[in-house]
Structures are given as structure tokens and as C-alpha cells.
């Protein structure tokens, strides 16, 4: 577990040059990195959300683009197309801005179903299948999706299948006084982004995911996980709940946050300080409990408080 440890407080430290007092926030990116999987960010703009998403790649010397999605984008322009060369005639493709270790789309909200839908089968399956031919994507990858949560004319809200991909959902928030102005001296000249290096290789990167692996989680966890998800398709709150993918997250970010904090076991507080940020966004909440202002949060909150948690055997 040092490794993975040493790994993640080198990135950390680098990024946190940049995004200023948010460690937790930079603590469950990385988490999401180490687990290969994908995070949603929902926030207002200016919080610094670009910025996380390019101090990571900067930081691990990853190729990283950026998709501004908008109504009138069209699949194509996310994956590529394939375009005539008159030279040799033959059908030549084109990669479209997909193909990088780290994405950000912004405000994927404001794309159509359509195109949102291109995303699908390079986050679940790292690859990208154009007029037949299939394309691996390279490793690392990795989505950070950004969406605007109080503007609403003009957006498409994500697709049930489209959320379950995403392993964690997080929001950065407004920083404190104290950091804010720490901010406005360190940006008096120039971005600090500007002047941040690479500090760890993808060698580096695939090593400690290798590592995040072998944390080890006794049946009682297992089963604690499973009936946290269980819990929410029978939630007299919740029209749909937490699929296997679901659970399957949890266990794996669990695993992670186990491995930073030099353990090779989970715990059960592991499993609780994750919960929200894996679970909430995959559930769909009953019109009826939309009328009483209940959120996704919240069934998470009162399910982790009504499910017992495992003790250790004798």
C-alpha cells in the first residue's frame, strides 16, 4: 500500500498548487483515477472545475482535451468521422477530441441524448467503434463530466444509463475566505497552472491501480456493501435504485480510499464516507417524493443509518 499512498500524496500535492483548500475533492478525484473510473462534477461555473481536470493530466503527464458540448453537436464530434482521401481513395478516420487519456465535457448536460449516448461504449468499454471499425482507447482514460446545476432552459438531463457509468459524483463548492484570498495573490502575475510539471509517469499510475487491487474486504463488508444497495431498490423514496454496477463501484473506490490510507483491508467507515459520493447520483427519486423536495442525498444518509454495520468476528 505504499505505493499507492506515496503515488497519490505526490499528485495530490502538485494539484493542490492549483485548486486551493479542496483536498477532499482532489482526495476523490484521484480515488476515481486509481479505480479506472469516471467522474461527474456538478457545480456552478468559475469553481475551478477545467482546472482540476488539467492539473491531473499535467500531473501525471497525461494528453488531455476538452469538449465544450453544445445543442447542435453531433456524435461525430465527439468520436470522429472517416473522410475520403482522394489520393489513395480510401476512407481515412479521423480521431475526434475523445481520443486523450483525460476528458473533460463540459457541460454535458446541453448536448443531445444523441450525443451524449457517443460517450457510452468509450466509458464502459474504452473503445470506440466508427462505421464498423473499432478503436482501443489509450490508458489511462478518464471523463470528468461537468453540469450546471440551476440552469435548466436548454439542457438534456442525463440518461439513467449515462449516470451509472459515472463512478462518483462531487461538487467542489465555493472556497472559504481565507483560500479565496489566497487565490488572488497566487494568480497576481500568472496561472499557476502555467508553471505545473509532470511528477509521476503512467508507469506510476497503472503500478498503484495494480496495487488498489489486492485490498482485501472480508464477507461482512461484502455483504454490508450489498445491502447499502439493496436497500435503495426497495426505498419507499426511490423509483429506481442502485444497480450491480452500483455496488460494484462502491466496493472499488472503498478499496482505493482503503489502499491511501495505507491499510490492505476495508472498513466499514470506508464504505460510509463513500457511499454518497458513489450511490446518490444513480438513484431516481419517486415523483411523489420529488413533490416533498426529497433528494438522492438524503435516502443515502437514511439508509446508512438504519443498516446495521458489520462487526468484527471473534
Not at 443531445?112 to 490508458?139: F, I
Not at 497576481?188 to 510539471?197: C, D, E, K, R, V
Amino acid at each position: 500500500m505504499e505505493i499507492v499512498k506515496k503515488f497519490a500524496d505526490t499528485v495530490i500535492a502538485n494539484i493542490e498548487k492549483v485548486i486551493i483548500g479542496k483536498y477532499e475533492v482532489v482526495e476523490k478525484t484521484l480515488l476515481a483515477l486509481l479505480c479506472q473510473g469516471h467522474i461527474l462534477i456538478e457545480d456552478v461555473p468559475g469553481t475551478g472545475k477545467t482546472m482540476l481536470a488539467r492539473s491531473v493530466a499535467c500531473s501525471i503527464g497525461c494528453s488531455f482535451r476538452r469538449i465544450q458540448f453544445t445543442p447542435d453537436m453531433l456524435p461525430s464530434d465527439v468520436t470522429g468521422v472517416s473522410v475520403f482521401n482522394q489520393k489513395n481513395h480510401e476512407f481515412e478516420f479521423r480521431p475526434g477530441p475523445v481520443f486523450a487519456q483525460i476528458v473533460l465535457t463540459d457541460e454535458i448536460n446541453r448536448a443531445t441524448p444523441k450525443t451524449q449516448s457517443s460517450l457510452l461504449e468509450a466509458m464502459e468499454e474504452r473503445q470506440v467503434t466508427v462505421d464498423g471499425h473499432t478503436y482501443e482507447m489509450e490508458k489511462p482514460f478518464l471523463v470528468l463530466a461537468t453540469q450546471n446545476p440551476i440552469e435548466y432552459e436548454g439542457t438534456f438531463p442525463l440518461p439513467e444509463a449515462q449516470l451509472d457509468r459515472f463512478l462518483l459524483r462531487i461538487n467542489i463548492g465555493y472556497p472559504d475566505k481565507e483560500h479565496e484570498i489566497a487565490i488572488l495573490g497566487m494568480q497576481q502575475f500568472a496561472h499557476p497552472i502555467a508553471s505545473l510539471g509532470q511528477v509521476v509517469s503512467n508507469e506510476n499510475l497503472l503500478e498503484a491501480q495494480e496495487s488498489v487491487k489486492q485490498v482485501r474486504a472480508n464477507d461482512l463488508i461484502k455483504e454490508y456493501i450489498v445491502n447499502i444497495c439493496m436497500a435503495t431498490r426497495s426505498h419507499p423514496d426511490v423509483y429506481l435504485g442502485v444497480s450491480p454496477r452500483g455496488s460494484l463501484g462502491l466496493y472499488r473506490t472503498s478499496q482505493a480510499l482503503a489502499a491511501l490510507r495505507q491499510r490492505d483491508y476495508i472498513i466499514p467507515d470506508d464504505v460510509k464516507y463513500l457511499a454518497e459520493a458513489t450511490l446518490a447520483h444513480r438513484l431516481i427519486i419517486s415523483p411523489a417524493a420529488r413533490i416533498k423536495n426529497v433528494s438522492p442525498k438524503e435516502v443515502v444518509k437514511d439508509i446508512l443509518s438504519s443498516i446495521p454495520v458489520p462487526r468484527a468476528r471473534n
